[in-house]
Structure formats: structure tokens, C-alpha cells
């Protein structure tokens, strides 16, 4: 179990936990809002934040915007989420990020 402090974390580990809770399809409840700074890095593309909404929507989740506990990504294709992969969540992220695809995973209600 990771400590406090965030020294063991590795984007290789969240991408890990990430992928974990897809193949076993269970929903993802959003801590942050979906505001432009919680998303976009203008020098990574993305932010952590947004590489997960982005890997949600490549992998058969659909977003759920006014559930009760706030919006919510639901697996909508488990072929989709079962089949996802490393390789397959980094060409994502390589053509969003050269795409600018991740501006839409941007709430523009709330930016």
C-alpha cells in the first residue's frame, strides 16, 4: 500500500489501477470537475485526470452527468472494456494528444 506522500506513485501505477477497474468494469465517480484545468496540460497534453477520462471513453465507458454522488462513467461496451490494453491506451493518448481530442472530454458547463 502506498504511503502519505505521493514518492511511490508512477503514472505506469495509475495507468495500472486505471485499467484494472475497466476490465472489471466498475464504475468511475469523478472527484474533480471536468473544468479545462483539471484536464488539459499544455505540456503533456492531458493531466493525469484527463488521460483517465480519456482511457474511460476509448475503452466502452459512457458518461453520467447527474447521478445523485455527481457524474459517474459506466461501462456501456464490455467488449470494449474487456479487450482494453496498454498498448491500445497509449495510441489513444498519442492521437488525442496530437488531435487535441482531449478538449472534449472538457465539461464546457463548468470551465
Known amino acids: 500500500m502506498l504511503g502519505v506522500d505521493d514518492s511511490d506513485w508512477e503514472l505506469s501505477l495509475n495507468d495500472s489501477w486505471l485499467m484494472g477497474g475497466i476490465h472489471a468494469r466498475h464504475d468511475f465517480y469523478l472527484a474533480s470537475p471536468r473544468t479545462k484545468d483539471n484536464i488539459l496540460d499544455s505540456t503533456y497534453g492531458a493531466t493525469v485526470t484527463g488521460r483517465e477520462l480519456l482511457g474511460l471513453t476509448t475503452f466502452g465507458y459512457t ?7 455527481g457524474e459517474v462513467y459506466v461501462c456501456t461496451d464490455r467488449a470494449r472494456a474487456l479487450a482494453a490494453t496498454f ?4 495510441k489513444a493518448f498519442d492521437a488525442a494528444r496530437a488531435g487535441g481530442g482531449f478538449s472534449k ?3 464546457t458547463n463548468t470551465s
Open 87 to 90: 498498448v491500445a491506451y497509449q
Open 105 to 107: 472530454l472538457v465539461n
Open 63 to 69: 458518461l453520467h452527468p447527474n447521478t445523485r454522488l
